[in-house]
């Protein structure tokens, strides 16, 4: 804990002290610039992140036919495998960026709390983090008011919290590849409704200040993602509305007919006419059918 | 994978405040808050520390109908004239019975209540988070005046000789007239840090510490500065002065002597843990409690130790102790109460629920 507190939460508090000072005790503005720091600091990740996620996208079609070829899970998986190695593709790329954000995120939120905490207790703990620097000591007490937030309480009034979700949506849908495997594109659906929420709940738990540097990293990472891509690239029209009900679904029981389950029931012999299993098996079969009709009208 | 950390990180919340109000000794009977939020009676006459009454009351509610919840109490309760004063982080000032607990009055400031409130001649006197001194009727408490500060006020007024000082965290120590509120200096002194330390006062020198880690000797007269003394870190206890000796605490963990006429270091004495706490004499010991609820008995002459080994209460306690006698009393963060004796004898009082 020591060295954690070493390496990250002094050097992060003792920096938004410093940043506080020079925009004048504005500790709101202090944790903007922090995360455009941050941000800069973590950009060849992103870039990174984002060439990886572009290059996993282009790979979908050539995955599908994998899908289709290869039945056996364990050797469809080689192929997949093969198929990243031959396009120089990670498909852990896109973690990285956000798995080393995990540690600057986790510290922000330790050096917030000790910073605008508020409390006469946190003060005290804020002096046992200082460095011993003139400059730093004539900084304390922080400002904790930014607009309408107290920065070090969670912010009641839902506007952060939307304004969080808001971006953190914007931002997933943008970052996130197309899929159309019809699984990939359900969690890639579900991923784009929790992690936003997800977010704004965790707002509405922990010092605005964090929630602050929440929105504007994800703002910056729109940003990133619309100069990295160009305006042609991006449909806002497509990112701001909810995705439809799944197209790719769609598109597959279009092309392939009736889903493996599907094709497994109407497969089976339907001989004990008489038994219940054999009347829900076809209840089942009917239900498949006509599901898929209304799928392809 | 990342629900689960940011859940582990959520699932510890905000900075809650605890409250570090100490005791007030009044006949046979403890003023403190034994419980956060809550500030009670007891009876030190009784062995087991039977707890006469407490503050609040289920349902007790404040003049406009919101229920009463002091939230943490950081100001050690003054008694004056059988009323009990002290300020909350709820904002509200209370003035309860001393014999019922029953609420006298109570007055709303603007933002938490950390330091002490001061009563002379019937005036109540208390700084507010909110950056006012409060200057109120005791019996009543009708406002008289306020002055405003620049920022929040976490210290406890000075009042001597017609004159109000008071520290505040704007970085500034202000002199004002105890009937009038006006200034009376030509403008207030001004620190490099906020000031969370309580000034005291001793033969026209105004004694004060601060958040820039330097203990500052003033004119009372003028505002003028005599000299000051830097430490490793900040000033936070109201300092203590003996003869020509002024003693302080420190958060660097240390405890300094220096000599009050011109602010040399007459000794030092590192406890390894912040001192929040003021400093007490014990008749010949001078008592030193560190955060670390560990207490060390000095000889105020030189710093030696007078007990071998420090006393560990194993709390956390940052309240001033109160002194009486042979005998202090400790209020540890949570509500432990604990006496020490000044031969190095520590003895439970009230262990809280």
Known sequence: MFLWDLIFINPITNALVILNNIFLGNFGVAIIVFTISMRLLTMPLTLRQIRSSRSLSGLQPRMQELQKKYKDPKRRQEETMKLYREAGVNPLGCLLPMLVQFPIWIALYRALRITVGGTPESVIGLSQRLYPWGYIEQAVPLENNFLWMDLGQPDTSLILAFIVFASTYVQQRLATPTATDPRTQSTNQMMLWMMPLMFAFFTLQVPSGLGVYWAMSNIIGVAMYYFTHGPERINWRTVLMPPSAAPADRQASRREGPSPKEKEAAEEPVEADQSTEGKRKKKRLRHGRSRGKRKDR | ?353
């Open chain 2, 1 to 353: 994978m990342l629900s689960t950390l940011f859940l582990a990180t959520a699932c510890t919340g905000i900075a809650r405040p605890e409250g570090w109000a100490g005791p007030t000794l009044v006949d046979d009977r403890l003023v403190a808050s034994i419980e956060r939020g809550e500030m009670a009676a007891v009876d030190i006459q009784d062995s087991s520390g039977r707890v006469l009454w407490r503050f609040p009351l289920k349902d007790q509610r404040h003049p406009d109908g919101g229920k009463i919840n002091p939230e943490a109490i950081y100001s050690t309760p003054v008694v004056a004239d059988s009323i009990v004063y002290f300020g909350a982080y709820d904002g509200w000032l209370y003035a309860l019975d001393l014999a019922s607990g029953d609420i006298r009055w109570q007055l709303k400031t603007g933002g938490p209540i950390v330091g002490n409130a001061v009563v002379q001649d019937n005036v109540v006197y208390v700084g507010s988070d909110d950056g006012h001194l409060y200057v109120l009727d005791a019996a009543s408490g009708q406002e008289r005046w306020r002055f405003k500060t620049g920022d929040a006020i976490w210290t406890t007024p000075l009042v001597a000789d017609g004159v109000v000082y008071v520290a505040s965290m704007d970085k500034k120590v202000y002199a004002l007239d105890a009937d009038s509120g006006e200034e009376r200096w030509d403008k207030p002194f001004k620190a490099k840090g906020g000031l969370a330390s309580t000034p005291v006062l001793v033969d026209g020198t105004l004694l004060v510490g601060g958040l820039d880690s330097r203990i500052r000797a003033l004119d009372a007269a003028s505002g003028e500065e005599k000299w000051q003394f830097k430490a490793d870190d900040w000033f936070w206890t109201q300092p203590l002065v003996l003869a020509d000796s002024v003693y302080a605490g420190c958060l660097d963990g240390k405890v300094y002597a220096l000599d009050v006429n011109d602010g040399n270091l007459k000794w030092e004495q590192d406890t390894g843990a912040p001192v929040r706490s003021a400093p007490v004499l014990l008749e010949d010991v001078l008592l030193i409690v560190n955060r670390k609820g560990e207490l060390y008995g000095l000889d105020p002459q030189d710093g030696q130790l007078v007990w071998p080994l420090p006393i560990e209460l194993a709390r956390t306690v940052l309240s001033d102790p109160q002194a009486q006698g042979a005998t202090a009393y400790i209020s540890a963060q949570g509500g432990d109460l604990f006496t020490v004796s000044k031969d190095g004898r520590a003895k439970l009082l009230v262990l809280t629920d």
